[in-house]
């Protein structure tokens, strides 16, 4: 990188402010912003950014999902709750590993990405084929934990994620 994209890097890091995995509020540093923004991207499949982008964006609240998951004829939606496709921006699934009924807590290392998804499926997005490659058949009764957020695709930053459980059906 060049000295005035670090500097701009460092100069967009002491304006904003992030909340760490205990949720305390901290500065990230330029190369922290720079890391974690570029790993976002990698993360849905987007090209990496060197120019800092000029300030951090405002996210839809996509809270609450709504989640249908069957096993029978299998079916898995999640349906986030915002008005209109956002431009510029792709949801970023991630959801558990099936488990019995009775678990009820979900550790962040529990979620594995399931996909990025193209914004214009707002009204409805189908995980199914994604969410069997990575765990596996669906199976009626057991509990799955599923995460979304949405991330920039000019910048790279991330929304805060909003999760919901759902118990697959028949």
């Known amino acids: ?34 890391v974690g923004n570029n790993r976002n991207l990698s993360t849905v499949a987007e090209t990496s950014v060197e120019d800092p982008p000029a300030a951090s964006p405002s996210f839809d609240d996509i809270t609450p999902l709504a989640l249908t998951a069957t096993a029978g004829t299998p079916t898995f939606h999640v349906v986030p709750t915002i008005g209109s496709a956002p431009t510029g921006f792709v949801f970023l699934v991630r959801a558990t590993p099936q488990v019995s009924p009775g678990k009820s ?52 930053f991330q929304s805060i994620e909003t999760s919901q459980t759902v118990i697959v059906g028949a």
């Open 1 to 34: 990188m060049t000295s005035d994209q670090i500097a701009g890097w460092n100069s967009l890091a002491g304006s904003i402010t992030l909340k760490d995995s205990l949720g305390n509020s901290y500065k990230p540093s330029g190369i922290d912003l720079y």
């Open 105 to 156: 807590y979900f550790g962040p290392s529990a979620y594995r990405v399931v996909g990025p998804y193209a914004a214009s499926t707002f009204a409805s997005i189908n995980i199914l084929a994604n969410y069997i490659a990575r765990f596996g058949a669906l199976i009626e009764g057991q509990r799955i934990n599923v995460a979304v957020s949405l991330v920039e695709i000019a910048s790279g």
